[in-house]
């Protein structure tokens, strides 16, 4: 899951529907797996959504729409609400999703999304509207996330926006580091700090 990250552009998947839960991203009988393994997780994301009950794939389902692809999910307000399972974040990236782009997320799983590698882009409700009309209007609709100067445009209208991020998380994904990653690279200054308080 740990990969550098700095411009990506790419066509979306459009998910147009609010207060999409944790149990729907990843339902709770998956959390008994024993592995994090992302093939396991991205298989099962959105699993009673996407599968019918005999296993079959819904073909009402977007992920099952060859039309749309990309590795940008264009989500509805409040996304990732309810639980705060990680597995939900290990789902989205397993699947091979980068950036998660909604007009809210919930804290915490905007937090598991950052921790393994998938930007949630926050944007306004109006520029939420805009992109979903955009890519219902043409599926090869391209979006350019810039996480270095924080900017995420629709190239089909040339509109954009800006969007928060914390800034040691941008230092981290930008870096392709996770937190160990970031304290071991910074032991050297670690050891001077404890040497100071001795």
Known sequence: MKQKF????STCVPLPLENVDTDQIIPARFLKATTREERFFGDNLFRDWRYNADGTPNPD???NNPAYSGCILVAGKNFGSGSSR???AWAIAGYGFRVVISSFFAD?????ELN???LPVQVNE???AELFQSIQNDPSTQIKVDLPNQTVTNLSTGRQETFEIN???KHCLINGLDDIDFLVQNQDKTIAWEQQRK
Request: charged share 15%; proline share 0%.
């Open 6 to 9: 700095n411009i990506i552009t």
């Open 108 to 112: 915490i799983h905007k937090n598991n």
């Open 116 to 118: 393994n590698f998938v």
């Open 167 to 169: 800034a040691y998380k």
């Open 126 to 128: 109006d520029f939420l």
């Open 86 to 88: 990680e597995h939900a």
């Open 61 to 63: 389902f977007v992920l």
